[in-house]
């Protein structure tokens, strides 16, 4: 079953929210500069305890929204299934170095999802 393991928000100035989150809450944040723009890996706390980690990504257009993404083993069979099941993939599938493989895809009411299949081998 495919549990939600990552969230990304996006924000228009990565500097303001670093500032921002890690006074209020604590979050350890860590800024990474790519083709994609800016980026802040963030940890939300000690993870043995209950709660997901995230990301905040540099806002790229006003449509950008809050993604959730869905662990899965088989990301290529997933993705088979969101296009047969009235889902659209909007970003295919990609290698993350380190991490895994990570898919977008819009649900048939429009909400955008991310899919990861970990695999830390992949360089």
Known sequence: MGRVVH??????DADRAKTFYEKVFG????????????????HTGDEKEPGISGAFAERQSESDTIVN???????DNA?????????????AKCPISGVGYLAYFVDPDG?????????????
């Open 7 to 12: 969230f990304e928000l996006p924000v228009a």
């Open 27 to 42: 979050w350890v944040l860590e800024k990474q500069v790519g083709a994609w723009g800016t980026y802040l890996a963030l």
């Open 69 to 75: 993404t869905i662990d899965t083993s088989d990301i």
């Open 79 to 91: 993705i088979a299934k969101v296009e047969s099941n009235g889902g659209k993939i909007t970003f």
């Open 111 to 123: 909400n955008q999802w991310g899919m990861m299949q970990r695999d830390a081998s992949i360089e």
